[in-house]
């Protein structure tokens, strides 16, 4: 039997180079392959925690200038964009009658005060008549007890008397029926007077027209607006942030407003209220936020984004945003035993906008945890430590 020959072992070695290396290869970047991970540690840091939010510019303080009845605009004196002053004349509708029910409201009067007038000289007549007829009685009435005049005679001057009296009473009750009549004429003048305010459209406030909704000749319902107006320096932020972030948001912690106007500006502001009803749609939360100077050129309704800052916490241990995971309810890391990926569940406190997240148990200072990896793990799954991942890669 010939030996073989010097190239067929050559072939045949590198045949064998040639199978080891598509082993190689497959071992390390096929199916079965360990998938290549970056970790990161825990350490002791000082995070300064933010919280972001979208927002709208609004008007604290907005006003809707409308009638209280159903009525005609005649006129409208006051446009968008337009600076008012408080009691200035916005616009005016059509009162229909009442000018004239006002006029014929002060004809009564000036007859009620005529009426006043005759009852206070009839009162005067009756009381000197009265006066006059208690003397005489009074005199028969002392003549008749010394023999000089009849009972008849004095009989006759006490009614006269007592029908004086009875006609003062009765002027005195004119008088003061006509009174009355003054007070009752003067009280439908002045509601008519209240009613005729009602069409003319005054400024509450010096303010800004935001909007005009209706033009003279068109006809308005009650609570309908004509003019809508805004109080300048009460312009805030109504921004709408996370509920599973805004726990810690207090009144007064400082704010960075950028205008979606001016991207490249950021303006200074502080948090001004804390709504107390939430969005249980959107699962979010309105806080309101002031600015510390407005800007010019401020838009209502213009879109903002809002930064929060909240205190800065010291010395609690701390990881990248990018390591915590959440499988279903739990929340915690990927820790790497014995060359496989294990589930540690862990409980979080705050987190940062820098990506960083404050971790309150279930790890220690200095433990490793998986930070990227190319694909979502399972438990068990081989992995190996690479400093950097390409994707699409499994291992260097």
Same mark, same amino acid.
């Given at each position: ?5 010097k190239?067929?072992l050559v072939?045949?070695?590198a045949v ?8 190689l290869i497959?071992?390390?970047?096929? =199916?079965?392959a ?5 970790v990161?540690?825990?350490?002791t ?19 809707v200038?409308g009638p ?8 409208v004196?006051a446009?968008?964009?337009?600076r008012?002053r ?8 059509d009162?229909?009658?009442?000018d ?17 007038q005759?009852?206070e000289?009839?009162?005067r007549?009756?009381e ?10 009074a ?12 009972q008849?005679a004095a009989?006759?001057?006490?009614h006269?008397a007592?029908?004086a ?33 009602q069409?003319?459209l005054l400024?509450? !406030?010096?303010g800004?027209?935001?909007? $005009? ?13 004509v003019?809508?107006?805004i109080?300048?320096d009460s ?5 709408r942030?996370?509920?599973a972030?805004?726990?810690g948001?207090l ?5 960075k ?7 490249? &500006?950021s ?6 209220r ?6 249980s749609? &959107?699962e ?10 407005r =800007?010019?050129?401020?838009s209502v ?6 930064t ?12 990248? &945003? ?6 279903g309810?739990?929340t915690g890391?990927w $820790?790497?035993?014995?060359g496989?990926t294990?589930?540690? =569940? ?9 990506g960083? &997240? ?10 490793a945890v998986?930070?990227?990896?190319p694909q979502?793990?399972?438990?068990g ?7 950097? !991942? ?7």
């Amino acid at each position: 039997m010939s030996l073989p020959s010097k190239k067929s072992l050559v072939l045949t070695a590198a045949v064998i180079m040639l199978l080891i290396g598509i082993v190689l290869i497959v071992a390390r970047n096929g =199916p079965m392959a360990a998938l290549s991970v970056t970790v990161a540690t825990t350490e002791t840091a000082d995070l300064s925690p933010q919280i972001f939010g979208i927002g709208t510019v609004e008007a604290r303080r907005a006003y809707v200038i409308g009638p209280t009845t159903a009525s005609r605009v005649t006129r409208v004196l006051a446009d968008h964009g337009d600076r008012v002053r408080a009691g200035q004349l916005l616009a005016e509708l059509d009162a229909v009658d009442l000018d004239e029910r006002m006029n014929s409201a002060g004809s009564a009067i000036q007859r009620a005060a005529s009426a006043v007038q005759g009852a206070e000289a009839q009162l005067r007549e009756t009381e000197s008549r009265s006066t006059l007829a208690a003397a005489s009685a009074a005199r028969f009435s002392d003549l008749h007890q010394k023999g000089f005049v009849s009972q008849e005679a004095a009989d006759v001057k006490r009614h006269e008397a007592n029908a004086a009296t009875a006609a003062r009473q009765s002027a005195q009750a004119a008088l003061d029926a006509a009174r009355r009549d003054v007070l009752r004429f003067e009280s439908d003048r002045a509601g008519l007077g209240r009613q005729r305010t009602q069409y003319r459209l005054l400024s509450p !406030i010096d303010g800004l027209v935001t909007a $005009r909704e209706a033009e003279p000749g068109s006809t308005v319902v009650a609570g309908q607006a004509v003019l809508r107006l805004i109080n300048p320096d009460s312009l805030w932020i109504k921004a709408r942030i996370d509920q599973a972030r805004a726990a810690g948001i207090l009144i007064g912690q400082p704010a960075k407003i950028v205008l979606r106007s001016q991207p490249q &500006t950021s303006f200074p502001g502080k948090v001004a209220r804390i709504d107390l009803n939430s969005d249980s749609v &959107t699962e979010e939360r309105l806080v309101e936020i002031t600015f510390d100077t407005r =800007p010019p050129g401020l838009s209502v309704g213009e879109l903002v984004e809002v930064t929060i800052q909240l205190p800065v916490v010291r010395d609690v241990l701390a990881l990248p &945003t990018a390591a915590i995971r959440r499988i279903g309810q739990q929340t915690g890391v990927w $820790r790497i035993d014995n060359g496989k990926t294990l589930f540690a =569940p862990v409980k979080t406190g705050i987190q940062t906008l820098e990506g960083r &997240t404050q971790v309150l148990e279930g790890l220690k200072q200095g433990d490793a945890v998986i930070h990227h990896a190319p694909q979502e793990l399972r438990s068990g799954e081989r992995v190996r430590v690479t400093d950097s !991942i390409t994707p699409g890669s499994s291992a260097p």
